[in-house]
């Protein structure tokens, strides 16, 4: 019983730094959507969403290396190996400065006919390049800052980036409230403002992380080398793969979930993207503790106590669905609230009410996948993840999601019918494969 209360105060000392990141980067979604919707208007909040979804879609998929970084460096770092560690950490920069510039470039070049697949109307598509136009210039420091951060979670150092965060969130919105509307000598910009103010956020974001682990004197202190280092790339890619392709078939889903969206009027999208960014707000903190999930497990693995890493797995996914629940009952007791503090608008707060219950009930089940996803993936078991995410979302999700929307005329709230059923089935599938401990054989 000691072990355990041991072992719950890591899970919880460890995750709070990264759910307070989470809620921060959270709150700064909330704070755009908020902004955008009051100061410019619906049409530029739907403009928003649709860019942020290919652009967020884009680095996630690309930028998969860190998962295998993280199994890697926190296994090292269990097992005392800082030298493989910090060559595991310079090989994943390497990677993801390459593909970045790679990925920013050509989606740059072909913005027209990404944004085309759409069907919006030609104000909301005028915004969209408008605001894809400047936020591209954060694209590459954006993918950096995703590997430095996986690089300090992995060796334990769950605060840097939290602290790293909130500086570059506090940029991004005190920019968002300068550039939007103009104040004092500043130009109204509107949604080329808030584009801007989030490309500078992303660079200082780049530059601090770039003090702290080239600069600073640390224990990891890297090195820049721009070379590929087979040893350690080949690993990195087998354990990663899996989860570059998990992302893919995940943004995937998502892109396609954004057209199907866009077949209705554009309250019904902007209602979407404020629904969106409500249920960010209830899963962050189940992100955290997957993050610190992720790592104790590699670093119990590495220390080579498969006991230890499946009990943090276990308590880790327990306390993922308390939140849960606990984040069902608020959106029950006050869906009116949280919807009128996004919009004004009388039609979008209407049909946002619809799903909002729908919105509750998802919640034990999507904040369980969470944690126990990072629990395989800590392991290195980004495999059996990626067959589950999958198989989720391309067998049930997005058909049912497209048949209610598209045939049966459900409207959004059709989306969370769809993604409660799916967790429903693979919370068991998920659960069942932690239990049978293949994980514990995985090489990395």
């Known amino acids: 019983?000691?072990?355990?209360?041991?072992?719950?105060?890591?899970?919880?000392?460890?995750?709070?730094?990264?759910?307070?990141?989470?809620?921060?980067?959270?709150?700064?979604?909330?704070?755009?959507?908020?902004?955008?919707?009051?100061?410019?208007?619906?049409?530029a909040l739907s403009a928003v969403g649709f860019a942020n979804q290919?652009?967020?879609?884009?680095?996630?998929?690309?930028?998969?290396f860190n998962t295998g970084a993280v199994a890697m460096i926190s296994r090292a770092f269990g097992e005392k190996n800082f030298d493989k560690l910090k060559q595991v950490a310079e090989q994943n920069v390497v990677l993801n400065l390459i593909i970045?510039?790679?990925?920013?470039?050509?989606?740059?070049?072909?913005?027209?006919?990404?944004?085309?697949?759409?069907?919006?109307?030609e104000e909301v598509f005028r915004n969209t390049i408008t605001y894809f136009n400047i936020i591209i210039i954060g694209m590459v420091p954006m993918f950096l800052s995703f590997s430095y951060a996986a690089i300090l979670r992995g060796s334990g150092d769950t605060k840097t980036?939290?602290?790293?965060?909130?500086?570059?969130?506090?940029?991004?919105?005190?920019?968002?409230?300068?550039?939007?509307?103009?104040i004092g000598p500043l130009p109204e910009m509107g949604i080329a403002g808030a584009a801007l103010s989030t490309s500078i956020s992303r660079i200082i974001a780049v530059l601090l992380y770039i003090y702290i682990l080239y600069i600073k004197d640390?224990?990891?202190?890297?090195?820049?080398e721009l070379f590929i280092n087979k040893k350690i790339v080949k690993p990195l890619w087998r354990i990663s793969m899996p989860g570059a392709f998990e992302q893919a078939l995940m943004q995937g889903s998502f892109v396609v979930l954004g057209v199907i969206i866009s077949q209705l009027d554009t309250?019904?999208?902007?209602?979407?993207?404020?629904?969106?960014?409500?249920?960010?707000?209830?899963?962050?903190?189940?992100?955290?503790?997957?993050?610190?999930?992720?790592?104790?497990?590699?670093?119990?693995?590495?220390?080579?106590?498969?006991?230890?890493?499946?009990?943090?797995?276990?308590?880790?996914?327990?306390?993922?669905?308390?939140?849960?629940?606990?984040?069902?009952?608020?959106?029950?007791?006050?869906?009116?609230?949280?919807?009128?503090?996004?919009?004004?608008?009388?039609?979008?707060?209407?049909?946002?009410?619809?799903?909002?219950?729908?919105?509750?009930?998802?919640q034990p089940g999507l904040n369980f996948m969470i944690v126990m996803s990072g629990a395989l993936r800590g392991a290195g078991d980004t495999t059996a993840v990626m067959l589950y995410t999958s198989l989720r979302l391309w067998v049930i999700f997005v058909p049912i999601s497209s048949l209610l929307i598209l045939v049966l005329n459900m409207g959004i709230a059709a989306v969370w019918y769809a993604e409660i059923l799916s967790f429903v089935i693979f919370s068991v599938v998920i659960f069942l494969r932690f239990r049978s401990k293949k994980w514990a054989d995985v090489k990395v």
């Open 100 to 121: 970045g510039i790679t990925i920013s470039i050509a989606v740059y070049i072909f913005r027209n006919s990404i944004f085309g697949i759409y069907s919006i109307s």
């Open 218 to 224: 640390s224990s990891i202190k890297l090195k820049f």
């Open 267 to 362: 309250s019904s999208e902007a209602a979407f993207r404020i629904l969106i960014q409500v249920e960010s707000l209830s899963f962050m903190p189940a992100v955290g503790i997957s993050i610190a999930t992720a790592t104790l497990v590699g670093k119990a693995l590495g220390e080579k106590d498969v006991h230890k890493a499946s009990e943090t797995g276990y308590i880790s996914s327990a306390l993922g669905v308390i939140w849960g629940i606990l984040m069902a009952i608020v959106f029950i007791a006050i869906p009116g609230g949280i919807l009128k503090a996004f919009s004004s608008d009388t039609s979008v707060l209407a049909i946002g009410a619809t799903a909002m219950l729908f919105l509750a009930l998802n």
């Open 161 to 182: 980036p939290m602290k790293i965060t909130a500086i570059a969130n506090g940029v991004n919105i005190i920019g968002n409230y300068l550039l939007i509307k103009g």
């Open 1 to 43: 019983m000691k072990s355990k209360k041991i072992l719950i105060l890591s899970i919880i000392t460890m995750s709070m730094p990264a759910i307070l990141e989470m809620a921060l980067n959270t709150m700064l979604g909330v704070a755009d959507t908020i902004m955008i919707s009051k100061f410019i208007g619906k049409e």
């Open 54 to 64: 290919i652009v967020f879609a884009l680095i996630f998929i690309f930028s998969s």
